[in-house]
């Protein structure tokens, strides 16, 4: 279903104006259609080459460095020809028509890196940093993808499927050789090490949590009742005015957001409307309509509450709608005296206009999510991997729960095979077309 006959061709550099932009072409044709476009019409191996380059009618358009990557040692493991020309979309146009008209096709999105992997340059985990490496918007998140890029995750799971491969070859060995009386693994033992491979996952799966909020960020929603100081906090989070700040209560009507980046996770922060059972009129109805729907598709909530005014019936009410979502209760306005007690009430005291607390607040809402992560354990950011995991660990505890039991090895060998299918999943070696559609649809063209 994956063709890699042809020789696919894509602008590589991104839209828009640049100093240089790339041209990629790869397959069985792609020196020979490079060669079509440029004058001189062939390049030594991996050397820079100058080059004039041509338009499909054969005009000189543009001067520019091709790149030959004889197979397979490139990118993808075919044939590679980048063409380095200036980086203007006219002319970038120009080449991948002219290439096209010379036999290349348009590539689809992340059709490169689909045909490294293909060619098995990489595991289908590493086509996916790539994925993630590309869209990172955060030092942390191009950390944890170019760590899996690089094959730490990929290693951790090699050796447990080594693991795993091993008791199922001396359980097998067991049953292939039953006259001997001899059992190559005895059933306490095989146990033993079946549980000590889902401790392994378990590993994995323990930082699974803080890989999908490095990876996927969160969104935190501010609500509180009106004039509590919600859009004075999100400012000072933002470290930018960006929300209009009013002593008149009610001055936030619709949701303002930011993309910030709090210890290495994106973080979509949200500000609100007040919440209030009177509102003055349908504009401030409608904001309150939309906070609350904020605060439900919130990952975290700030509840903010005035904590130089005494507690109204407003923040009773946006206390008891947010019980159930993971929120933090901010005391705001600490450089002011407290009407209540902060603490009793669980509440973390900040100041939007003096700075205090902010610190902890940014720490409270990524919960240890960011920071330093140790290089050797690059946390499983990825659901289709979470997924996948769990699913082997079940079958592991099917498995340890029948041998202990001692039934008969078939049975616990057909739960370690279906482990081992996930495992299998997971690197890509066992691929299945829709898998790979899905995850390839995620690139932009030219990756
Ligand atoms: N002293 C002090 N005043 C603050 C602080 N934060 C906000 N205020 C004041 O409180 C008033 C309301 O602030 P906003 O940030 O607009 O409050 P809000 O919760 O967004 O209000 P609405 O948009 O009306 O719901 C303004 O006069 C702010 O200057 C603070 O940390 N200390
Ligand atoms: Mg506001």
């Known amino acids: 279903m994956f063709s890699t006959e042809d020789t696919i061709v ?100 992340g059709e490169f890196t689909l045909r490294a992997y293909l060619h098995g340059r990489i595991t289908l985990v590493e086509a996916e940093a790539v994925a993630d490496l590309v869209d990172a918007v955060t030092p942390l998140q191009a950390r944890v993808a170019f760590d899996q890029l690089e094959g730490t995750l990929t290693t951790r799971l090699r050796e447990i499927d080594a693991a795993l491969l091993d008791v199922i070859a001396r359980l097998e060995a067991s049953l292939d050789f039953p006259e001997e009386g001899y059992h190559f693994i005895d059933p306490d033992e095989s146990v033993r090490e079946i549980d000590r491979i889902v401790a392994s996952i378990d590993t994995l799966l323990a930082d699974a949590a803080r890989g999908r909020i490095i990876r996927d960020g969160l969104t935190v929603a501010i609500v509180g009742r009106p004039n509590v100081g919600k859009s004075s906090l999100f400012n000072a989070l933002a470290g930018a005015a960006r929300a209009i700040v009013t002593d008149v209560p009610g001055t936030t009507r619709d949701l303002v957001s930011e993309r910030i980046d709090i210890e290495g996770v994106p973080v979509t922060l949200v500000d609100t409307a007040g919440l209030r ?77 003096a700075g205090d607390g902010l610190g902890q607040l940014r720490a409270q809402i990524v919960e240890g999510g960011g920071g330093l992560l140790p290089r050797d354990r690059a946390p499983i950011a990825n659901l289709r991997h979470v997924a996948l995991l769990k699913q ?47 995850i390839f649809a995620r690139f932009c063209i030219g990756k």
Do not use: M
């Open 10 to 109: 894509a602008i590589a550099t991104p839209a828009g104006r640049g100093g240089i932009g790339v041209v990629r072409l790869s397959g069985p044709d792609a020196a020979r259609i490079a060669g079509t476009l440029t004058t001189p019409a062939s390049f030594a191996p991996r050397h820079a080459t100058l080059a004039q380059i041509h338009s499909a009618d054969g005009d000189a358009i543009d001067q520019g460095i091709v790149t030959h990557f004889p197979a397979p040692h490139s990118y993808t493991g075919e044939d590679v020809v980048e063409v380095s020309a200036h980086g203007s979309p006219v002319i970038l146009r120009a080449v991948v028509a002219a290439a096209q008209a010379a036999g290349a096709r348009l590539a689809n999105p």
């Open 277 to 353: 059972g009177t509102p003055e009129n349908a504009i401030e109805e409608e904001g309150i309509a939309r906070a609350r729907i904020a605060a439900e598709a919130a990952d975290v909530v700030l509840v903010v509450l005035d904590g130089s005014q005494p507690l109204t019936a407003d923040d009773r009410a946006a206390l008891d709608t947010t019980r159930a979502v993971r929120r933090v209760i901010v005391a705001s306005k600490h450089d002011l005296p407290a009407a209540w007690d902060h603490a009793a009430s669980d509440a973390l005291a900040v100041s939007a206009l």
């Open 392 to 438: 082997a660990r079940a079958a592991l505890a099917r498995a340890a729960a029948a041998a202990r039991q001692r039934i008969p090895e078939e049975f616990v060998l057909a739960d370690l095979h279906a482990a081992r299918g996930c495992f299998d999943d997971i690197t890509g070696a066992r691929p299945q077309d829709e898998v790979l559609r899905t």
